[in-house]
C-alpha cells in the first residue's frame, strides 16, 4: 500500500513537471530571442493553445479511467484543471499586458464591443469559480452541489472553443482538430456510450487478469 | 515628383547634394535628433546602404545590372527600419500557411525565375509580360515605409522597386479603365497554404486600386527590400506596395494585372467584407470589428516595452493621399 501511494506521488509529480515545461520552454526561448519579433504575442498564443490542450487532457481523465480502471487517471484530475485555469490567467496577463500595455480604456471597450474577449473572459470566471472550490474544504462544504457546478467546465469548453473561432483569420485547420477532440471527448459522456466504455474497460481488466 | 512633406516623408537628396555638405548635414542631424533618425538617412551616395545583418542573394543578372543605378532613400521615414531577420520571419503569406512562421519556412520552394506577369483588360498593350521587360524601362528607387497590418501591429521596411504608375502608363490605359484589379499565382504545388483543406480563402488571392489610387505617386511596385532581391516570403518576384492601406492589399508574388471597369473583387472583402472594405485605408477611428485600430504595436517590441503607438490616419500620409477621397465617408467606404 506504502510502495503503492509512492507511485502515485511520482505520477503526480510526473505531471506536474510535464505541465511546468512548456512554460519554462516558451520563457527559455523569448529571454534568448527566438520568439520572434513579439514575444508578447508569442506567449499569449501558446499560453492560450496550451490551456485548451490542458482543458481537453483533463475532460479526457474521466473517459480514460472507465476505459482502463486505472486510478492515476483520476488523482491528477484536480491538478490538471488548476494547470488549465493558471494557463489562462496567465493567458490573461499577456493580453492584458503585451496586447493592451496596460491601457484600461482599451479594456473597458474590448469588453464591451469584442465578444471574443467577452467569451474568453467569461470561461476564465468560470474557471476561477470552479478553481476555488475545488479544495477538500469547498467540497464539502458545497455537498451536493459540487458535482453540478463543476459540469460547467462543459460550458467553459464550448466558450473557449468559440473564443478560438472568433479569432480564426483565414484558416480553420488547426481549430477543427481542437473542435473533433472536444467533439469526441462529449459523445464519450452520453450514458450509453460511457457505460459501454466501463464495460470495455472491465473486459479488458478480465482479458489481462 | 512627389509633394514634399516636412515631417514624416523626405525625399533624398543624395543626387543632388555634394557630399560634404550631406555629410556635415548628417552630422549634424545625428548630434540633435539621436539615433533613431540618424538610421533613416542617406548614407552612402552610391554605393547603396547598409542595412544590419541582411541575408544577402543575388537575383537575377538584370535585377543586380538594374540594382547598381538606383535611386537610393528616395522616400525615407523618421521611423527606424525594422531589423531584416523580424521583416522575413514574421509575414502574413496564407499562400504558405496561416503562421507568421509559414512562409519562411515554406516559401522557399517558389520558383521566382523565370516570371510572367500578365497584363490585360482595358489597355492598348496587353499581353505576357517577362517580369524584366516590365520592370527594367524604370530606374530603380527605393523607399523606406511604414506598413501597418490590419491585425494591428507595424513593420518599417525599405523597399526596392518602381513607382506602379509607371507600368500602368506604359500598358496604355483606355477611357473605360476605372480600376486596377491584381492576382497572385495560384499553385498548391508550390504554395502549401492553398492545399489547406479548412482554408477559408478562395484562392487565387485578389486585390485591387481605384484607378487614382493606383497612379499615385505612393502607390509602389516592390522587386527587392533591404538592398536586395525579394526574398520569397515577402511576395517575391513582384509585390505591391500601398503605405497608406492596411498590409493586406499590398498583393505579393503578382502574376495578373487588369484594368477593369468596375470594382473588382478582393480576397479579404469576399470572405468577410463587415472586417475588410475595398479600399482599407488605415483609419484609427473605424476599428476591426475584432480589435481596435486606434493603436499599433511598432515591431520589434519586448516583453518590457510592448511599443504600443498610435495609429495615424493613412498611416501618416494622410498629407499626401487623403485628397483622393475627399467628400466620401470613410466610415462607409472602410
Not at chain 1, 481537453?56 to 481523465?61: E, G, Q, R, V
Not at chain 1, 459522456?189 to 466501463?198: D, E, K, N, Q
Request: hydrophobic share 45%; proline share 6%; glycine share 8%.
Amino acid at each position: 500500500m506504502a510502495g503503492q501511494s509512492r507511485h502515485i506521488l511520482a505520477w503526480r509529480l510526473l505531471v506536474f513537471v510535464a505541465a511546468l515545461a512548456p512554460i519554462l520552454w516558451w520563457s527559455y526561448h523569448v529571454a534568448i530571442g527566438a520568439a520572434g519579433p513579439e514575444p508578447g504575442r508569442y506567449l499569449l498564443l501558446n499560453l492560450g493553445q496550451g490551456a485548451l490542450i490542458l482543458l481537453l487532457c483533463t475532460l479526457s481523465l474521466t473517459p480514460l479511467t472507465r476505459l482502463t480502471r486505472w486510478k492515476g487517471f483520476s488523482v491528477i484530475r484536480r491538478q490538471l484543471g488548476l494547470w488549465t485555469f493558471g494557463y489562462g490567467v496567465l493567458h490573461l496577463l499577456c493580453y492584458l499586458l503585451f496586447i493592451l500595455g496596460l491601457n484600461w480604456t482599451a479594456l473597458g471597450e474590448d469588453l464591451q464591443k469584442r465578444p471574443y474577449i467577452i467569451v474568453g473572459a467569461l470561461a476564465l470566471l468560470i474557471l476561477l469559480a470552479l478553481a476555488v472550490t475545488s479544495n477538500r474544504y469547498a467540497m464539502r462544504k458545497l455537498g451536493k452541489r459540487w458535482k453540478p457546478l463543476h459540469k460547467a467546465v462543459y460550458l467553459v469548453l464550448a466558450l473557449v472553443l468559440l473564443h478560438f473561432l472568433w479569432i480564426v483569420r483565414a484558416d480553420l485547420t488547426e481549430w477543427s482538430v481542437y473542435a473533433a477532440v472536444a467533439l469526441a471527448l462529449m459523445l464519450l459522456r452520453i450514458p450509453t456510450v460511457a457505460r459501454r466504455l466501463s464495460r470495455l474497460g472491465g473486459q479488458m481488466r478480465h482479458v489481462r487478469a | 515628383m512627389l509633394i514634399r512633406s516636412r515631417h514624416r516623408l523626405s525625399l533624398g537628396e543624395n543626387d543632388v547634394t555634394p557630399e560634404s555638405i550631406y555629410l556635415s548635414r548628417r552630422k549634424f542631424m545625428s548630434g540633435v535628433v539621436g539615433l533613431g533618425l540618424a538610421a533613416s538617412l542617406p548614407r552612402a551616395a552610391l554605393a547603396g546602404p547598409d542595412y544590419e545583418d541582411v541575408t544577402k542573394a543575388k537575383g537575377p543578372e538584370w535585377f543586380e545590372a538594374q540594382l547598381a543605378d538606383t535611386r537610393w532613400n528616395a522616400i525615407t521615414a523618421e521611423d527606424k527600419v525594422t531589423p531584416f531577420d523580424d521583416a522575413t520571419h514574421y509575414n502574413n503569406f496564407y499562400e504558405f500557411g496561416s503562421d507568421k512562421s509559414d512562409p519562411a519556412r515554406y516559401a522557399g520552394q517558389l520558383k521566382t525565375v523565370p516570371w510572367t506577369v500578365a497584363v490585360d483588360g482595358e489597355v492598348g498593350k496587353p499581353g505576357q509580360y517577362a517580369l524584366e521587360d516590365l520592370i527594367t524601362p524604370s530606374r530603380f528607387e527605393e523607399r523606406i515605409y511604414r506598413l501597418r497590418c490590419v491585425e494591428a501591429w507595424s513593420m518599417v521596411i525599405p523597399w526596392l522597386g518602381i513607382p506602379l504608375a509607371d507600368v500602368i502608363k506604359r500598358a496604355e490605359p483606355t477611357g473605360k479603365a476605372k480600376y486596377v484589379r491584381f492576382e497572385t499565382l495560384e499553385d498548391p504545388k508550390q504554395m502549401p497554404g492553398q492545399a489547406s483543406r479548412f482554408g477559408l480563402i478562395d484562392w487565387p488571392y485578389r486585390e485591387g486600386l481605384r484607378m487614382d489610387e493606383a497612379m499615385h505617386p505612393l502607390a509602389f511596385l516592390a522587386v527587392g527590400m533591404y538592398g536586395r532581391v525579394l526574398p520569397n516570403q515577402n511576395g517575391a518576384p513582384l509585390r505591391l506596395v500601398v503605405p497608406w492601406k492596411y498590409g493586406f492589399k499590398s498583393i505579393k508574388s503578382i502574376v495578373r494585372v487588369s484594368l477593369v471597369e468596375s470594382q473588382p473583387e478582393t480576397s479579404w472583402h469576399m470572405l468577410a467584407p463587415n472586417e475588410y472594405g475595398f479600399y482599407a485605408n488605415v483609419n484609427p477611428e473605424v476599428d476591426h470589428p475584432r480589435w481596435s485600430q486606434a493603436t499599433e504595436r511598432r515591431l520589434p517590441n519586448s516583453l518590457f516595452n510592448p511599443n504600443v503607438i498610435d495609429t495615424l490616419p493613412f498611416n501618416g500620409y494622410a498629407e499626401e493621399v487623403a485628397g483622393l477621397y475627399q467628400g466620401m465617408d470613410l466610415r462607409k467606404f472602410y
